[in-house]
């Protein structure tokens, strides 16, 4: 079963060919981030016209470079949520146009769902069950992994999740579009203990995640002071050591709660150095393992929607999981 995978669900406009015997054969991504750094975040009408501009011409590369043609390819999938309404209805148009061009069957697939299957690509895959940390953009989750659909939310943001926290407090430090990886970098010349955040309901019991306070703690810290390249340093080391420990404590309660022996990271935040090295920590102290998808694959990608196709394909899910981008889609409502 050979794949073709189309993400396209914000700024990145990524293709991929997933073969269920040889594995990864091609990848190609696009990012929009130039293009949106003059407004200081996406902008979703030039967001849509940008996938429209780039689709046709990743495909014809990623179909060269893996040595695909019309004839090998056995099957589509594409991002359908959530995300990005226009830019989801872009890559749900080109995909099913190409699936009645060719013949071949296409399937829509969750965005998330595509993220907790990154680790797959890896040479050392983590086997079913296992619990997952989801840190992608407006998402922070624990789930309980089954299996291939059998997702159970154990844990949730209540309101900011990791991510859009990053996002905003480097905003509040005056770095560019965008914030995560700019304030995760000047961290790392920050000196420890200079500033020490909350860290948020790891006072109470539960599973739940909640980053707006955080966020205004760090507003609250740089209120009335000149923004000076040590304090700017040691403001980020210190917020991003209270979401570092908070998202590592609550992945130690879930393990203790569910008895899983894999931790799996997965989303863009999973990239953070500091949280892979934290991790590392508490699955030692559980005995556990610990599986991330290499940097690349962290953010959104065409070949973790390949991967999840195929597997859903050679699984015998034809009817696909719903077709039809949304904008809003829960992940525990996308079954097998």
């Known amino acids: 079963m050979r794949v073709l995978g189309i993400e396209s669900s914000c700024d990145e406009t990524a293709v991929a060919v997933y073969d269920d015997a040889d594995g990864l054969l091609a990848h190609r991504l696009h990012s929009q981030v130039a293009m949106h750094?003059?407004?200081?975040?996406?902008?979703?009408?030039?967001?849509?016209?940008?996938?429209?501009?780039?689709?046709?011409?990743?495909?014809?590369?990623?179909?060269?470079?893996?040595?695909?043609?019309?004839?090998?390819?056995?099957?589509?999938?594409?991002t359908a949520g959530p995300g990005l309404i226009g830019a989801l209805?872009?890559?749900?148009?080109?995909?099913?146009?190409?699936?009645?061009?060719?013949?071949?069957?296409?399937?829509?697939?969750?965005?998330?769902e595509g993220h907790l299957l990154a680790p797959l690509l890896e040479a050392n895959p983590p086997d079913f069950?296992?619990?997952?940390?989801?840190?992608?953009?407006?998402?922070?989750?624990?789930?309980?992994?089954?299996?291939?659909?059998?997702?159970r939310i154990l844990g949730d943001t209540l309101d900011d999740a990791?991510?859009?926290?990053?996002?905003?407090?480097?905003?509040?430090?005056?770095?560019?579009?965008?914030?995560?990886?700019?304030?995760?970098?000047?961290a790392e010349g920050g000196r420890s203990g200079e500033f020490t955040f909350p860290r948020p309901m790891l006072d109470r019991p539960g599973l739940d995640f909640s980053f707006s306070g955080l966020k205004t703690a760090a507003l609250v810290a740089l209120r009335g002071r000149e923004l000076s390249p040590v304090l700017r340093a040691d403001v980020a080391r210190g917020f991003e050591e209270a979401v570092v420990e908070t998202l590592a404590e609550k992945c130690r309660r879930a393990l203790k709660q569910t008895g899983h022996q894999r931790l799996v990271i997965a989303g863009g935040?999973?990239?953070?150095?500091?949280?892979?090295?934290?991790?590392?920590?508490?699955?030692?102290?559980?005995?556990?393992?610990?599986?991330?998808?290499r940097t690349e694959?962290?953010?959104?990608?065409?070949?973790?929607?390949?991967?999840?196709?195929?597997?859903?394909?050679?699984?015998?899910?034809?009817?696909?999981?719903?077709?039809?981008?949304?904008?809003?889609?829960?992940?525990?409502?996308?079954?097998?």
Request: some cysteine; charged content about 20%.
């Open 37 to 78: 750094q003059a407004y200081g975040g996406v902008v979703p009408e030039l967001a849509s016209r940008d996938h429209v501009r780039r689709l046709l011409p990743l495909v014809r590369e990623v179909l060269a470079a893996s040595g695909s043609d019309e004839a090998s390819i056995d099957a589509l999938a594409y």
């Open 297 to 336: 694959f962290c953010t959104d990608n065409g070949a973790m929607i390949a991967l999840a196709g195929c597997l859903r394909f050679t699984a015998g899910m034809r009817a696909g999981v719903g077709m039809g981008a949304r904008a809003n889609w829960e992940l525990g409502s996308i079954g097998v």
């Open 89 to 112: 209805l872009v890559g749900e148009a080109f995909a099913t146009a190409l699936s009645v061009a060719w013949a071949k069957p296409a399937i829509g697939i969750h965005h998330l």
């Open 162 to 186: 990791a991510g859009e926290a990053f996002d905003k407090t480097a905003k509040l430090l005056g770095l560019p579009y965008p914030g995560g990886a700019a304030l995760a970098s000047l």
């Open 129 to 151: 069950p296992f619990l997952a940390l989801l840190v992608s953009g407006g998402h922070t989750q624990l789930i309980d992994v089954a299996g291939l659909g059998k997702y």
């Open 269 to 293: 935040v999973g990239a953070n150095r500091r949280l892979r090295d934290r991790l590392r920590s508490v699955v030692r102290d559980q005995d556990a393992e610990l599986y991330f998808p």
